[in-house]
């Protein structure tokens, strides 16, 4: 992944973690390697920023259900339990991704966990309102164009109140920040090509702005948060407007 690129625009290449073909042992490390990425990055915040403004437009329920999708490792969740905790809400987090490798890292994360299942599955043939909340962190940019908006939308129906998106913010200093960050930790190909790739697939206030006129959906709301991430919230229509 070369040091010097156009952030004009998204980004267009895949990912190599987008090749299921793939896999294996250096994709577990990877997903290790990721983890202490995203505690360098503060990962976990802008997803329990979302989740909290979105549970207190539903009344702040004591019981709350959540499915992250594309989760890998499932690690941003751990702030979640910490935050049912204090808050004294009844939580269930449902871990789904498309990989094996993926869900084997998130159960031996979580084997001491019974609030967390893990279930590898295609959050496009899940069935309607499995949760009451979905969240997506660092996994809507892996899409863009027809692709984006379909996966958002099937995000919306598999929830009963709505989806928090949490993603990377596509800005000079992330990728430089990124690339150097992931040549100084790990030595996986996975990180060293996929980390700095993925700022550049990233997204702008623009970029949000674009794809909540595509969704035809007034009620959602982007906000900017440390370090370099965005905070997504698209409550259900029936939940109305969040302020």
């Known amino acids: 992944m070369s040091f010097f690129r156009s952030l004009s625009i998204r980004a267009k290449e895949d990912e190599l973690m987008d090749d299921f073909s793939m896999g294996g042992e250096e994709l577990r490390e990877a997903l290790k390697h990721l983890r202490r990425l995203n505690k360098i990055f503060a990962a976990p915040g802008p997803t329990l920023a979302g989740v909290e403004k979105l549970w207190k437009s539903i009344g702040r329920p004591t019981k709350l259900s959540i499915m992250d999708v594309g989760a890998g490792s499932g690690d941003v969740n751990q702030k979640l339990l910490h935050w049912a905790d204090q808050k004294g809400i009844e939580l269930r987090i449902t871990l789904v991704d498309l990989t094996e490798e993926a869900c084997e890292e998130a159960r031996q994360l979580f084997q001491n966990e019974p609030r967390i299942t893990v279930q590898r599955a295609d959050v496009m043939k899940l069935p309607d309102a499995l949760a009451d909340i979905v969240t997506g962190s660092q996994f809507v940019h892996h899409f863009d164009g027809q692709l984006l908006i379909d ?69 959602m709301t982007y906000e900017w948060k440390p370090l370099f991430r965005y905070s997504v919230v698209i409550p259900n229509h029936r939940v109305g407007a969040i302020t």
Not at 166 to 186: E, F, G, K, Q
């Open 151 to 219: 996966m958002v939308s099937h995000m919306m129906r598999v929830s009963r109140y709505g989806v928090v998106i949490n993603d990377i913010h596509r800005h000079p200093v992330s990728y430089t920040a990124v690339w150097i960050t992931t040549r100084m930790i790990s030595r996986n190909r996975y990180i060293r090509h996929d980390g700095p790739l993925s700022v550049a697939k990233g997204f702008t206030a623009r970029d949000w702005q674009a794809l909540k006129q595509q969704l035809n959906h007034d009620t």
